[in-house]
């Protein structure tokens, strides 16, 4: 738990100010010939950003920089069904760094390799596949759903026990992470997944 609390330290704001962390992030699909764009999802300093990049013989390069760590998610759009509704889509963190994705023709399958922190977030995806995949599946029923439905108290109601005990389940998976991995700085992440925007103490002591 201190190791959790001291990562929470360096990760206040003001620690980190004075850093400035230039990140490149390159990818190659290398089954995609047709000129996609590629979009970079995420919000930094209280603004949401998207950034594109037209796809080149299946490469395509992102740069930039922030003052820690920032979650991002990458999308292609090759189904033309609108950037924001793409189920093509994996997440990753930008960081200090040359970041490199390299993949067949979903990038939501690709490979991240060049950064420690993108590295045990991938570990951390994989450990809480399992309840994470019917999560997915249970929100992308929901989004196929028209709005009538989605007005019924019933049919919200039935979703929302659907989804229960593998949100259990995960959550049980993520404290088990945080203990076991105290060193990396994607337990910092899901602590406060866990413990919310106000850290509760009663929830991240026993961590």
Do not use: C, H
Not at 89 to 107: E, F, N, Q, R
Not at 161 to 182: D, F, R
């Amino acid at each position: 738990m201190k190791k959790i609390f001291a990562l929470l330290i360096l990760a206040l704001p003001g620690r980190l100010l004075a850093q400035e962390l230039a990140y490149t992030v390159e990818g190659k699909m290398k089954d995609i010939k047709t000129p996609e764009k590629v979009y970079l999802f995420y919000s930094y300093k209280g603004k949401d950003y998207v950034d594109s990049a037209m796809l080149n013989q299946g490469a395509f390069k992102f740069t930039g920089k922030v003052d820690r760590p920032i979650l991002a998610k990458l999308t292609i759009d090759t189904k033309r069904v609108g950037r924001f509704k793409s189920q093509d889509v994996m997440s990753l963190y930008l960081a200090d760094g040359k970041i490199k994705i390299a993949g067949t023709d979903a990038i939501k399958n690709a490979a991240i390799t060049g950064s420690k922190i993108n590295d045990d977030y991938v570990r951390y995806q994989e450990f809480i596949a399992k309840p994470q995949n019917e999560l997915n599946s249970i929100n992308e029923k929901w989004f196929q759903a028209t709005m009538e439905q989605k007005k019924d108290a019933s049919f919200r109601e039935s979703f929302a026990k659907q989804a229960a005990p593998y949100a259990e389940e995960k959550t049980k998976l993520q404290k088990q992470w945080i203990k076991e991995n105290t060193d990396s700085y994607a337990s910092l992440i899901v602590l406060k997944e866990v413990a919310g925007s106000s850290i509760d103490l009663e929830t991240v002591e026993p961590l």
